[in-house]
């Protein structure tokens, strides 16, 4: 149902999910919002003229002194000082756009409201079409923009940022940084006057990326103080900023980073911006939920339970050879695995990460007879075949780079630096797509793959198209898209991965294909606690691999038991990634018990609400996955460093209902615990308490070293007479 929108005095008020979205649309401007979070309830118009009334500031006597609200795109031309919204030009003129004239459409669309405003600035023959939408499923916000060039003049852009503003309340600031095998790595600052801004800028966000911007009141955690975040859904070069104006403005921005050149309309064209989207909370956890009800709203969401799987990477390396294949296939399905991941090695020439990136046709020396018997003999085994691809890349030293060195961005200077001693292959040339298309979907029908590793592991950097030199990155970005949702529609039920050296592009973009990340290269539990938690401030458990691998990590060199690393896979989509061929007996059985443990529970690990205890001290964690009806739930509690007092004190269990009563014991998948363990009375037994109790009271911590963890099954009862 679509409506036409008032006379513009009356605010519009979008309401979905739990969100309210108030935008201002009065006077031809653009959209400016006045209020972004918590449902408000139903406003008449009265209280919503009032509402607008209210959020407007005394005005100096400057035009110049910007008043708030801001609109969506902020214009300099408009007094805006701050970061500019649309920046572009005609050949030097046309350079201060000034959009007015708007008029605006509500659509109750049956995904969640939006407002489509149009403007124009008829001075410079340009359009802008906003799209403003709350999401039902979620109470997600997202945003874009198309901006339109009628004239026959070329008009180039060189960024365009849309702009989500946040309350003065929001006067801290936590992003992301990282970095390979370390991704995710929290920081945290007040909010200052001037601009945070994170940028990526090699063709992928990046392991160092921050995914999420986020502002929130002070000392915000995951279970308390409003927060707003903002993500921009696009795999390439990105800017994020939170700004702070002298003039009050608080605002998350996000856009595309564009080269020289990358966008210029001819008459008629028009440049899209990605979907900024932004998710608030009462606390991080409700911040997240909101991502993970969006992605598991959509058609496309992976239903069926996620296949236990055995990756073959840190178990043999590139050192395949059918029978150990075989072997391996054959002790992970004892243990319970149910895909099997052939990793890098398989094809022709690939004996080392120095060569052969290109060349998608199955080595003969290696498999004489092709994939084929190892791909019977896991089926046999009942498992699913996926294979790792790195699609965009290349080698030099490949017959793909000696046949087509055209088809390496070049941009100017020859293919330029490597990394780990490779290039990229453009795919904005159209016979470079359509030979990997061949190629890959080749290999797919034949072998009938299920399930496609796709990997990323160089930055783009001066990634010019051949012949002219021209920036690629943003059509590459597209055609990477584009490969994905083609080779998926001729595979009907083929599964991809997003692996870029780990997790280099995990993104709302990527993740509209892929139906998992491989959030980092690291598998040492202790790392991927803390990885996993911050991911999963975008991505749901069922979306993130999460491996058991080595007893000796393979990035760290920290040993840890197996029920540690076991503990701390259980959670997302699991995976082993360790040579079980060299496993003792008595290991391998228990890593089947933990398996069957998690087939157990992954309809609850996989659809639930992620909570995470806020901890005074900085040694302990507590997480854990709620089922949607509160009916049951478990947790994890960790110890990651030594804490400074013992015992530990109480740990108190979120999420759950506070009136219902639930039976609280420590489980052990894999070990008991020792015999003559100092154990608080509560975990020789168990304990049945109201979900208030629980919350409030809480439970004595276990007794832990560093780096180990109990379960803790939860279970609703009915209340005791
Ligand atoms: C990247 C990935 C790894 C593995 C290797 C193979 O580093 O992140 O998981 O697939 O490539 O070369």
Not at 86 to 97: M, N
Not at 192 to 203: D, F, I, K, L, P
Not at 350 to 365: E, F, Y
């Amino acid at each position: 149902m679509k409506e036409n929108v008032n006379d513009g005095s009356t605010p519009i008020h979008l309401r979905a999910g739990g969100t309210s979205l108030v935008i201002a649309v009065d006077g031809g401007r653009l959209p400016r919002i006045l209020h972004w979070g918590p449902d408000l309830g139903a406003l008449g118009d009265d209280a919503l003229a009032d509402l607008h009334r209210a959020a407007l500031p005394a005005v100096g006597d400057s035009a110049v002194t910007y008043p708030q609200p801001v609109p969506v795109l902020p214009q300099l031309a408009e007094g805006w000082l701050g970061r500019p919204g649309l920046v572009g030009d005609a050949d030097g003129r046309r350079w201060a756009p000034k959009f007015r004239d708007a008029t605006h459409e509500v659509d109750h669309a049956d995904d969640g409201p939006v407002l489509r405003s149009t403007a124009l600035d008829p001075e410079y023959g340009l359009a802008a079409d906003f799209e403003i939408q709350v999401l039902a499923a979620s109470g997600l916000v997202r945003q874009r923009v198309a901006v339109r060039n009628d004239t026959a003049a070329p008009y180039r852009i060189d960024s365009l940022e849309l702009a989500l503003p946040v309350p003065s309340d929001a006067s801290e600031i936590l992003d992301l940084t990282g970095r390979w095998a370390l991704e995710r790595v929290p920081q945290r600052r007040p909010f200052h006057v001037g601009e945070w801004v994170r940028a990526s800028r090699g063709g992928k966000p990046g392991l160092e990326h921050t995914m999420l911007l986020v502002a929130g009141e002070a000392g915000f955690g995951f279970r308390h103080g409003l927060v707003w975040a903002t993500h921009l859904a696009w795999s390439g070069n990105q800017v994020l900023a939170a700004e702070r104006t002298p003039a009050g403005t608080r605002h998350l921005t996000a856009g595309e980073v564009l080269l020289p050149g990358e966008v210029v309309l001819g008459q008629g064209e028009s440049y899209r911006s990605p979907w900024q989207y932004g998710s608030w909370g009462a606390g991080l956890d409700d911040l997240a939920s909101r991502f993970h009800r969006h992605l598991r709203s959509r058609p496309q969401h992976p239903r069926s339970p996620r296949p236990v799987v055995l990756n073959t990477w840190e178990a043999v390396y590139f050192h395949h050879d059918l029978d150990t294949l075989t072997a391996l296939a054959e002790r992970g399905a004892e243990a319970g695995a149910e895909r099997f991941v052939l990793d890098d090695g398989w094809f022709q020439g690939r004996r080392d990460d120095t060569s052969s990136l290109g060349d998608w046709t199955v080595d003969p020396a290696i498999w004489p007879g092709g994939l084929e018997p190892l791909v019977a003999r896991v089926r046999e085994l009942g498992m699913d075949f996926g294979l790792w691809f790195e699609p965009e890349m290349v080698n030099l030293d490949s017959d793909l780079a000696r046949e087509h060195p055209e088809w390496i961005f070049d941009g100017g200077h020859g293919p330029g630096l490597a990394s780990r001693h490779q290039h990229v292959l453009d795919l904005g040339h159209p016979d470079a797509y359509t030979h990997l298309f061949d190629r890959i979907s080749g290999l797919v029908g034949s072998l009938g793959i299920d399930y496609i590793k796709w990997d990323h592991n160089r930055y783009l950097l001066d990634a010019g198209h051949t012949p002219d030199g021209r920036p690629g990155v943003r059509r590459q970005v597209e055609q990477a898209y584009r490969l994905m949702a083609e080779l998926k529609a001729a595979h009907p039920g083929l599964e991809i991965e997003s692996c870029a050296s780990g997790g280099g592009r995990v993104d709302l973009g990527v993740l509209e294909f892929a139906d998992r990340v491989w959030p980092s290269d690291c598998n040492d539990p202790h790392e991927r606690l803390e990885i996993q938690r911050w991911t999963g401030l975008l991505v749901p458990p069922e979306m993130q691999g999460t491996h058991i691998g080595a007893e000796e990590s393979h990035t760290t060199h920290r040993t840890h038991p197996l029920d540690y690393r076991a503990e701390k896979a259980l959670w997302g989509h699991l995976g082993i990634e360790v040579n079980l061929l060299t496993a003792d007996d008595e290991t391998h059985a228990a890593l089947a018990r933990w398996i069957a443990f998690h087939k157990e529970h992954r309809a609850l690990l996989h659809s639930g609400d992620v909570v995470h205890a806020d901890l005074a001290d900085a040694a302990f964690r507590l997480e854990g996955v709620v089922a949607r009806d509160r009916g049951e739930a478990l947790y994890a509690f960790s110890v990651v460093e030594r804490p400074s007092t013992w015992p530990p004190g109480r740990i108190r269990l979120p999420g759950l209902d506070d009136e219902r009563h639930y039976t609280v014991e420590a489980v052990h998948p894999g070990s008991a615990p020792a015999a003559g363990a100092v154990l608080p009375p509560w975990q020789r037994d168990g304990v049945t308490l109201p979900g208030r109790a629980l919350r409030l009271v809480g439970i004595e911590a276990p007794s832990l070293d560093v780096d180990r963890s109990v379960l803790l099954r939860v279970v609703s009862v009915p209340a005791a007479s």
